[in-house]
C-alpha cells in the first residue's frame, strides 16, 4: 500500500474534439477496479464544444479529491496540452489518453501491478482491436516482462497511450515536442521514452484499451515527407551510429516516409508536384538513410527506395505500381552457392546496377520444424521428426544433426535419412514432401572412433536443402506424444579412460525447450539400478 496522498496513477485526458465521447472515457475511469483513490485524472479541454468544459467541471465537482482539470486557448497544439497535464501528474505512473478512448474496468490495476512487479519504466497494453491502427499485431500476442527494444516490435508502436514511470520522465526531462506536426508529438515523446526506460513491458492477456481508430489531419505527400524527416531526426538524436540506430530508422523508413512514397503517389495529378515530391523524398533519404536501416526493411520497399534515393524516379514509380498490384504472382526465389535471392523488378537489371545485397534474403530463411519421436536403443539415440524452409522446395536435402558441446564447442554430427510425406506442406499450402528425417546418433561411436566425451551436448538440427543451410535447436516444437520430463540416465559405453567406470546419458530440455544431452562417467549400476530400458520411446 501507498500513502493516500500519493496516487498510483495519473490519467491523462486530452479533450479537444472528443466532447461528445469524453463522458463514456471518464465513466471508464470512475469504474476502474483499481480505484479512485489510487489514481487521479488530469482533463485538459484545448478547444472542445460548449458542452466539454461543462461536462469536465461536472466530474472535477463530484470527484474533487482525485480530478483536476485545465483549459488551452482553441487551436493550440495537442503537445501543449499534453505537456500542461504532465506538469500536474503527482501518480507514479501516467497514462495519456484521448477523449475518444476507453479503459477496460480492471486495465490500470494490471498495467500497475504489471509495472510494480517487473519494474517495467514503460507498459504497453493490448488494445481491444488492431483495426485501423498502426499498432504492430506481433507486439500483443502474449504477456511479457520484458522485451527488447531492438529485437521487437514495440518501436512500432509509438501511440502514447501507455503506462509511463513518472520518474522516467522527470529524470529525462520528457516532454512533447511542440514544434512537431500533430501526430508527431506524441511518437517523438514515446520513442523518447522507449530508449530511455530500462525495462518495457507488455500486457496481453486480455484487451486494456478501446481506442477509436486514429483521426490523421489531411497531409499532402510533401507534408507526409517532413513528418518522416522530423520523426527520423528525433530517433537519430536518441542513439549513436550503429545498428540500434538503424533499427530505429528502419521503423520511420518503414511506416512513415514508405508510406509517404507509396500509394499516395498515384492521386498526384501534376508532373511537377510528383516531381517535387520524390525530390524531397530523395533528399531525405539521402540524409538519414544507412546501409543498416535498408537491410532491415522488407526487400520490396528497400528496392523502391534504393531507386528513389538514386534519383530513379520513373523506376521507382513501376516498383510502386508492383507493391500494390494484389493479381501479381509471387516473386521467384533465386539460389546461388548458398545464397538466396528475392528475384524482383530490376534485379540484376545492368541499366539500373542495383546490388545483388538488396535482393538478398538468406538470412530471411525460416524454418519450420517439429520433433515427432526420441527413441533409445541401446546407446543409439532416434529422432524422428520434419524440418524443411519455408521458401524453399526440398529438394538436394543435406540436413545433420550436430551435437555441439557447451564450453568447448566441439561438435559431432550425424546424417539424416529423408522420409517422403506427400502430406506434409509450408505455411502456404506447398509441399515440403521430402522434409521429414530419421537421424540414428550413435554416442557409442561417433566419426572419431570415441564415445561422445562427458559434457553438457546442445543438440541442433542443420537444416540443408538447395544448397541453403541454417542450423536451429531441436525440440523446442515437439509432437504432444514426445514427453522429455525426468528420464533415467541411460548407459551408452564402457569409459575410455577408467576401467571401472561407464559412460551415461540423460537427455534434458533446456529452459527454452532446446533438446540437450548431458553425458557423465559414473560407477556401473548393480543389476536393477534406475537406468532407461534398452529400448525406449519417448
Not at 472515457?25 to 479512485?36: E, H, R, T
Not at 527520423?232 to 511506416?255: F, V
Amino acid at each position: 500500500m501507498h500513502p493516500a496522498d500519493i496516487r498510483d496513477v495519473t490519467v491523462v485526458v486530452r479533450v479537444s474534439d472528443h466532447a461528445t465521447t469524453v463522458e463514456a472515457c471518464l465513466d471508464s475511469l470512475l469504474a476502474q477496479s483499481i480505484g479512485m483513490n489510487r489514481l487521479e485524472v488530469v482533463a485538459i479541454d484545448d478547444g472542445s464544444s460548449d458542452h466539454g468544459p461543462e461536462l469536465l467541471a461536472r466530474f472535477a465537482r463530484t470527484h474533487a479529491n482525485a480530478v483536476r482539470t485545465g483549459r488551452q486557448p482553441i487551436g493550440t497544439r495537442p503537445a501543449a496540452a499534453r505537456n500542461m497535464a504532465l506538469d500536474q501528474a503527482s501518480g507514479r505512473y501516467v497514462i495519456f489518453l484521448e477523449g475518444s478512448d476507453r479503459l477496460h474496468a480492471d486495465a490500470l490495476e494490471r498495467l500497475v501491478e504489471t509495472a510494480d512487479a517487473q519494474e517495467a519504466d514503460v507498459v504497453a497494453g493490448q488494445p481491444e482491436s488492431l483495426a485501423g491502427t498502426s499498432e504492430p499485431a506481433a507486439l500483443y500476442r502474449r504477456s511479457r516482462a520484458s522485451v527488447d527494444l531492438y529485437n521487437s516490435r514495440a518501436y512500432w508502436s509509438l501511440s502514447a497511450n501507455k503506462l509511463f514511470r513518472t520518474d522516467l520522465i522527470r529524470r529525462k526531462a520528457l516532454e512533447f515536442p511542440l514544434d512537431a506536426a500533430s501526430g508527431a508529438d506524441e511518437m517523438a515523446f514515446t520513442a523518447a521514452a522507449y530508449v530511455a526506460a530500462d525495462n518495457i513491458a507488455v500486457v496481453a492477456d486480455a484487451p486494456c484499451l478501446v481506442s477509436a481508430p486514429a483521426r490523421t489531419p489531411a497531409l499532402t505527400c510533401v507534408e507526409r515527407i517532413g513528418l518522416a524527416d522530423y520523426l527520423m531526426r528525433s530517433a537519430a538524436s536518441l542513439r549513436p551510429a550503429g545498428p540500434q540506430r538503424d533499427y530505429l530508422l528502419a521503423r520511420h523508413l518503414e511506416l512513415d516516409l514508405g508510406t509517404a512514397t507509396g500509394r499516395s503517389l498515384f492521386a498526384i495529378q501534376s508532373r511537377d508536384e510528383l516531381e517535387r515530391t520524390c525530390w524531397a523524398a530523395r533528399d531525405v533519404l539521402n540524409t538519414h538513410l544507412t546501409h543498416g536501416s535498408l537491410a532491415l526493411l522488407p526487400k520490396p520497399l528497400a528496392v523502391r527506395l534504393a531507386l528513389l534515393s538514386a534519383g530513379r524516379f520513373s523506376e521507382m514509380s513501376h516498383m510502386v505500381a508492383y507493391e500494390t498490384d494484389k493479381e501479381r504472382a509471387p516473386a521467384r526465389k533465386t539460389v546461388e552457392n548458398g545464397r538466396v535471392f528475392t528475384t524482383l523488378p530490376f534485379f540484376r537489371d545492368p541499366e539500373v546496377g542495383l546490388p545483388d545485397e538488396l535482393f538478398e534474403i538468406t538470412d530471411r530463411m525460416t524454418v519450420s520444424q517439429q520433433l515427432t519421436r526420441v527413441q533409445w536403443t541401446d546407446s543409439i539415440l532416434g529422432l524422428d521428426g520434419f524440418a524443411f524452409f519455408e521458401q524453399l522446395s526440398t529438394r538436394d536435402r543435406a540436413t545433420e544433426v550436430v551435437l555441439r558441446q557447451r564450453g568447448t564447442g566441439d561438435e559431432h554430427r550425424f546424417s539424416v535419412t529423408a522420409r517422403r510425406d506427400e502430406k506434409l506442406l509450408n505455411a502456404k499450402g506447398k509441399p515440403r514432401a521430402m522434409g521429414r528425417f530419421s537421424a540414428r546418433v550413435n554416442l557409442r561411436q561417433t566419426t572419431s572412433g570415441w564415445p561422445v566425451a562427458p559434457g553438457v551436448w546442445d543438440i541442433h538440427l542443420s537444416v540443408s536443402f538447395e544448397g541453403v543451410t541454417k542450423e536451429v535447436p531441436l525440440g523446442r516444437e515437439r509432437a504432444e506424444s514426445v514427453d522429455l520430463t525426468s528420464r533415467a540416465p541411460v548407459r551408452i559405453a564402457p569409459s575410455p579412460t577408467s576401467a571401472q567406470h561407464e559412460l551415461a546419458a540423460t537427455l534434458f530440455c533446456t529452459e527454452a525447450g532446446d533438446l540437450a544431452v548431458e553425458v557423465a562417467e559414473r560407477l556401473p549400476l548393480p543389476q536393477g539400478g534406475n537406468s532407461a530400458p534398452a529400448e525406449a520411446t519417448w
